[in-house]
């Protein structure tokens, strides 16, 4: 992966990912995922951004450089992982949603439960990190550089395919059409709308 590509706008960025690869490699083995799913979030002028009200010890790694990984808890459950993009200095990142296991799939099904289904073993962005293997520890990984978790090119995705909605749970600026998607891909995550979204005017 090409740092140029990542050098842009999260929402410019976020299509662009859509087919791309994230591997981690554990003690536990290696899993790769191809990406199906993203979600944009700009800096202080996004208000569903982490980076929304400025720098903090949390966001930091959103402020660049571009390539590389800014993980967080979600709801004290979960880890999200998120591709920084854009500029040094201005916070912009990518969040994964979801993917497609391509490599580790025996490994991804023990971390998340042997019956789940295939599609699903990657399926929404604390479910990606699951199947992925990612925790804090790697918060601010080089994705281009790394050894342990790493970003790359995959297949090509027809631009056809590329759909683009509103963003998935959040209850600022939902309806920003910055959620990307593979049109018909069984691992693409449903849209939910958050009982605590309002228009983007009224946040």
Known sequence: MNVDLLAHPAEEVAPKLLGSVLTCKTSEGTVSIAVTETEAYSGTADPASHAYRGRTPRNAVMFGPAGHLYVYR???LHWCANVVTGTDGIASAVLIRAGRVIEGED??????GKKVESPRLARGPGNF???LGITAEHNGANLLTGTSVML???ESVPAELIQAGPRVGVSKAHDWQHRFYLAGDPTVS??????????????
């Open 74 to 76: 979600s709801h004290g």
């Open 107 to 112: 490994l991804a099904r023990e971390r998340r």
């Open 129 to 131: 990190c699951q199947a």
């Open 190 to 203: 449903a849209y939910r709308l958050s009982p605590r979204a309002k228009p983007s005017a009224e946040a």
């Open 152 to 154: 790359s090119e995959g």
